[in-house]
């Protein structure tokens, strides 16, 4: 059956009208809390932008959760749920606030914050791959002066720890017999990477700047233990003078996840493929390569018994 409803016109605008009231009431208690700067999760629509805009008020809507804490924790300010009696030391401050035109993006940029310890690095670059690039480089180097912090022993960079490194493995190498001293040998030889991959990546004869720290590093009458890669000229220097530094911490770290890659590798024997395995929808059981099997399994093996069942 069908029911048709009534209505009076007048009460229903009577609905939109008190509707639009709570609207309103809301924006007004928003401006009379005395913030100049309000940012929300959900979105705001034009009304509420425009009724804010009227009274120098900004407004951003869809704050995302990180961006959203990081300034509350730098301006004091306090997430709110309701704008009803808005007490004054839930309201943030900051020196100065702009909303600014960065290439083809707008940001809003928090300065002078009472609580903010950290700062906004805004990356550009002609392609994406740079900025990938610089983005990571910033991670690491950001990184190991956190970790430099945290722990306070540190040893010479640009590769003199490592050509360090490998002069007293080859030394003690002479005092081994057997194998082992070949092996020895290697993981001095490997150690010499790190210096020569900073060479070329500087652009400079890794070959040449190699004999140059072989040459400092095994000199009796002059300290050249902290002698590594300058690329600034080209050459060797002391990067210890020059604070060129790396935590003990990550060094060690490095050496020990290294030491335990190569060791997982050396002790792979054999490695089996089977092709009819990868194709898509094969779900036939391959039978194994055990020796006088011919690839058909323990039944192949067992054809000719009693008991055995050959399944095709």
């Known amino acids: 059956y069908q029911r048709r409803v009534h209505g009076d016109p007048e009460s229903y605008q009577s609905i939109v009208d008190a509707e639009w009231d709570i609207i309103y009431e809301k924006l007004a208690q928003c401006v009379a809390s005395g913030a100049q700067v309000i940012l929300s999760r959900l979105a705001i629509g034009d009304l509420a932008t425009q009724y804010f ?11 995302p959760e990180e961006d959203m804490k990081r300034v509350c924790k730098a301006t004091g300010a306090q997430v709110l749920t309701t704008v009803r009696n808005v007490p004054p030391e839930t309201l943030g401050t900051c020196g100065h606030f702009e909303e600014k035109q960065v290439g083809g993006e707008r940001y809003n940029l928090f300065t002078g914050c009472p609580s903010a310890k950290t700062c906004t690095i805004i990356l550009r670059g002609g392609a994406e791959q740079f900025i990938e690039e610089a983005e990571r480089s910033l991670h690491d180097s950001i990184m190991i002066v ?11 960079g640009g590769g003199a720890i490592e050509m360090e490194l490998s002069k007293y493995l080859r030394e003690h190498a002479r005092t081994i017999r057997g194998k ?78 290294a030491t335990e890659a190569a060791n997982l590798i050396l002790s792979i024997d054999e490695t089996v493929k089977n092709p009819k395995s990868e194709q898509p929808g094969d779900n036939t059981p391959v039978g194994g390569r ?17 008991g055995v069942r050959r399944i095709k």
């Open 53 to 63: 805009a009227d009274r120098n008020l900004f407004c951003a809507g869809r704050v």
């Open 146 to 156: 956190r970790k430099g912090m945290q722990h306070q022993k540190v040893v010479a």
């Open 180 to 257: 082992q001293q070949i092996i020895v040998n290697e993981y001095a030889k490997a150690l010499e990477v790190i210096p020569r991959q900073l060479a070329d990546n500087a652009g400079f004869d890794s070959t040449d700047i190699l004999n140059k720290l072989r040459y400092m590093h095994h000199k009796k009458d002059e300290d050249g233990r902290n002698y590594g890669v300058d690329v600034d000229t080209g050459g060797v220097c002391d990067t210890f003078s020059k604070y060129v530094w790396e935590p003990v911490d990550v060094k060690r770290n490095a050496l020990y996840a």
């Open 290 to 306: 055990g020796r006088g099997t011919g690839g058909r399994g323990m039944a192949g093996m067992l054809g000719g018994r009693r």
